[in-house]
């Protein structure tokens, strides 16, 4: 489903499973979250995809959650090359100092709920949470679709 969602034009995949996803949060800390924001692509992977994947994912929770989500108020500033074939420390250098805040004012005092559709090693999501708690009074929790199983 998810290499469906990510490579092959399949964006509804991602609603239908963020709305799964959202229906078993509803019950648990997460439902406490005041604002639902999806890791962005770096336009330029944007423009080669089409979509963000993490976008419809971040949509089918809002749903469930009936949370808002805020697509434009963290920015991917550069693009960086795919995390497939790296180490865990090849893939934090990666993403160091990858994300910024477009719009503080979205998010100040605000529990924010990131969302991503698979974690491999959390450089990632770290540098992004890393980059929304900079913003006053914020606090960040995760959630993402897969995390791939160690061989």
């Known amino acids: 489903m998810l290499h469906h969602l990510k490579y092959k034009n399949r964006p509804d995949v991602g609603s239908l499973v963020g709305r799964q996803f959202?229906?078993?949060?509803?019950?648990?800390?997460?439902?406490?979250?005041?604002l639902i924001v999806p890791v962005p692509l770096h336009t330029s992977r944007y423009k080669t995809r089409g979509y963000n994947q993490s976008d419809f994912i971040a949509e089918g929770l809002a749903l469930e959650l009936k949370k808002p989500v805020s697509t434009d108020s963290v920015m991917r500033i550069r693009a960086n090359e795919t995390q497939t074939h790296k180490g865990k420390y090849q893939r934090w250098l990666n993403v160091?100092?990858?994300?910024?805040?477009?719009?503080?004012?979205?998010?100040?005092?605000?529990?924010?709920?990131?969302?991503?559709?698979?974690?491999?090693?959390?450089?990632?999501?770290?540098?992004?949470?890393?980059?929304?708690?900079?913003?006053?009074?914020?606090?960040?929790?995760?959630?993402?679709?897969?995390?791939?199983?160690?061989?």
Do not use: M, R, W
């Open 22 to 34: 959202g229906k078993e949060l509803i019950n648990t800390p997460y439902h406490q979250v005041d």
């Open 96 to 151: 160091k100092e990858l994300f910024h805040i477009a719009k503080p004012e979205v998010l100040v005092g605000k529990h924010i709920l990131l969302v991503d559709d698979v974690v491999t090693t959390g450089s990632t999501l770290e540098a992004c949470a890393a980059a929304v708690l900079q913003v006053p009074e914020t606090k960040v929790s995760v959630v993402t679709l897969a995390c791939p199983l160690p061989i």
